[in-house]
């Protein structure tokens, strides 16, 4: 009569097992582009100076660790709403909180579509970051995959993209990544992004914006104009937001949900819904990332230093692009890339060549982490694709 042993066997994260071969390699000069984290030159995942800033007055200024509620802290949603939406949007369409993480916002989103429309479908393209299809099956919602990068060519598939999302029935969603696509780095540009959202209009579609790379594109503004046209175009959309990259807070789980709604009622409708969800998924989200945010938005001085550091962060990963297509023209497709992430198009044996006889550590998907490298790798990394091709 036991319960556990009637359970199945997880595959392991495919990530975490190339991190520990990784660690296990013991040649001199390896490369490692697995893992989905910022690293600076010297390799370093480093935390923001704004943010010790931040955290060095939270230290001196926080006088209670007592309970917020379950939207989190309202300052830090109030604040990041501009930043992130742009400030065109009104805020009295806009419901939303603070989550846990972009993972706890399109948790929380699924959840909130799956109460409103259990039959929605979710339409995404392929590939997209591994962990969408859990997260919107855990709220039951089906996710149908269209095409979405040429491998080959490196360019987004939108004939075939439109093609499917017009055979979408009214209601269903639409997953889109803000910017900096994880894992291709193909964005849709201002052209396409006006054909998907008038497209969404006109058909009913509800567009669900994942927005986990903001600023590090083409600049924080550039890159929240897809999302504006969407926001233009559509009575309703929603956006899951992480600041776990563009602040370098990963492990402290930050994010937020923003939902779009027609007007006043139906945002007051979406809130008082998401409250009830948050509650009981997680109660209320982890306070510290939030605060540090907030601290920042709300300081002029320290804004100042946190956008000089995203932005010098933004000029290191289009600088390792733009060197990598100036030593092999086979990669000029780079620099049309935005973002930490793009995916090569390699077979599982020369993903196996590039670590055995090169020792460069790639996703077994071909995906890179272009900000894995420094100048200095950039001409052995460009030898071993050359080397395994
Ligand atoms: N969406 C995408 C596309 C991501 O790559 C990630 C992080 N890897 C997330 C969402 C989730 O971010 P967070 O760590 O804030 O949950």
Redesign the pocket.
């Given at each position: 009569s036991r319960t556990l042993t009637r359970l199945t066997a997880q595959p392991p994260d495919a990530i975490l097992e190339l991190i520990s071969l990784h660690a296990q390699d013991e040649r001199e000069r390896k490369i490692d582009l697995g893992v989905?984290v910022y690293r600076d030159e010297a390799g370093v995942t480093p935390v923001f100076a704004a943010v010790k800033a931040a955290e060095d007055r939270l230290l001196r200024s926080q006088t209670t660790k007592s309970y917020l509620g379950p939207e989190g802290d309202i300052e830090f949603f109030r604040r990041l709403l501009p930043l992130a939406l742009g400030s065109d949007v009104a805020a009295e369409r806009v419901a939303g909180m603070q989550t846990p993480?972009?993972?706890?916002a399109?948790r929380i989103g699924a959840e909130l579509i799956a109460a409103a429309n259990p039959n929605a479908r979710v339409h995404v393209g392929a590939p997209t970051?591994p962990?969408h299809a859990p997260i919107f099956a855990a709220a039951r919602l089906e996710l149908v995959e269209h095409p979405y990068l040429d491998p080959a060519n490196q360019t987004v598939r939108f004939g075939d993209m439109m093609a499917a999302l017009e055979k979408a029935a009214a209601r269903d969603v639409v997953l889109l990544?803000g910017c900096c696509h994880?894992p291709t780095g193909a964005d849709l540009d201002a052209v396409q992004w006006q054909a998907v959202a008038r497209l969404c209009a006109e058909r009913g579609l509800l567009p669900f914006i994942?927005f986990?790379y903001h600023g590090l594109g083409d600049g924080l503004e550039a890159d929240r104009q897809g999302l504006a046209c969407v926001a233009r175009h559509c009575p309703e959309a929603i956006v899951?937001y992480?600041c776990?990259k563009n602040f370098g807070l990963?492990r402290e789980?930050?994010?937020a949900l923003f939902v779009l709604a027609a007007d006043r009622s139906d945002a007051a409708l979406a809130q008082s819904n998401l409250l009830s969800l948050a509650r009981a998924n997680w109660s209320m989200p982890p306070d510290h990332g939030a605060a540090i945010v907030r601290l920042i938005l709300e300081r002029e001085e320290l804004s100042a230093l946190w956008r000089e550091e995203l932005e010098n962060m933004r000029r290191r990963i289009a600088a390792m692009r733009e060197g990598l297509a100036r030593l092999d023209p086979a990669l000029a497709f780079l620099t049309r890339q935005k973002g930490m992430f793009s995916t090569l198009d390699l077979t599982p044996r020369q993903v196996a060549a590039l670590r055995e006889e090169h020792a460069v550590y790639v996703a077994g998907t071909g995906r890179i982490n272009i900000a894995g490298l420094a100048p200095h790798d950039l001409q052995a990394f460009a030898a071993a694709l050359a080397a395994v091709r």
């Amino acid at each position: 009569s036991r319960t556990l042993t009637r359970l199945t066997a997880q595959p392991p994260d495919a990530i975490l097992e190339l991190i520990s071969l990784h660690a296990q390699d013991e040649r001199e000069r390896k490369i490692d582009l697995g893992v989905g984290v910022y690293r600076d030159e010297a390799g370093v995942t480093p935390v923001f100076a704004a943010v010790k800033a931040a955290e060095d007055r939270l230290l001196r200024s926080q006088t209670t660790k007592s309970y917020l509620g379950p939207e989190g802290d309202i300052e830090f949603f109030r604040r990041l709403l501009p930043l992130a939406l742009g400030s065109d949007v009104a805020a009295e369409r806009v419901a939303g909180m603070q989550t846990p993480g972009g993972t706890g916002a399109l948790r929380i989103g699924a959840e909130l579509i799956a109460a409103a429309n259990p039959n929605a479908r979710v339409h995404v393209g392929a590939p997209t970051w591994p962990n969408h299809a859990p997260i919107f099956a855990a709220a039951r919602l089906e996710l149908v995959e269209h095409p979405y990068l040429d491998p080959a060519n490196q360019t987004v598939r939108f004939g075939d993209m439109m093609a499917a999302l017009e055979k979408a029935a009214a209601r269903d969603v639409v997953l889109l990544h803000g910017c900096c696509h994880n894992p291709t780095g193909a964005d849709l540009d201002a052209v396409q992004w006006q054909a998907v959202a008038r497209l969404c209009a006109e058909r009913g579609l509800l567009p669900f914006i994942d927005f986990a790379y903001h600023g590090l594109g083409d600049g924080l503004e550039a890159d929240r104009q897809g999302l504006a046209c969407v926001a233009r175009h559509c009575p309703e959309a929603i956006v899951a937001y992480s600041c776990d990259k563009n602040f370098g807070l990963y492990r402290e789980r930050v994010g937020a949900l923003f939902v779009l709604a027609a007007d006043r009622s139906d945002a007051a409708l979406a809130q008082s819904n998401l409250l009830s969800l948050a509650r009981a998924n997680w109660s209320m989200p982890p306070d510290h990332g939030a605060a540090i945010v907030r601290l920042i938005l709300e300081r002029e001085e320290l804004s100042a230093l946190w956008r000089e550091e995203l932005e010098n962060m933004r000029r290191r990963i289009a600088a390792m692009r733009e060197g990598l297509a100036r030593l092999d023209p086979a990669l000029a497709f780079l620099t049309r890339q935005k973002g930490m992430f793009s995916t090569l198009d390699l077979t599982p044996r020369q993903v196996a060549a590039l670590r055995e006889e090169h020792a460069v550590y790639v996703a077994g998907t071909g995906r890179i982490n272009i900000a894995g490298l420094a100048p200095h790798d950039l001409q052995a990394f460009a030898a071993a694709l050359a080397a395994v091709r």
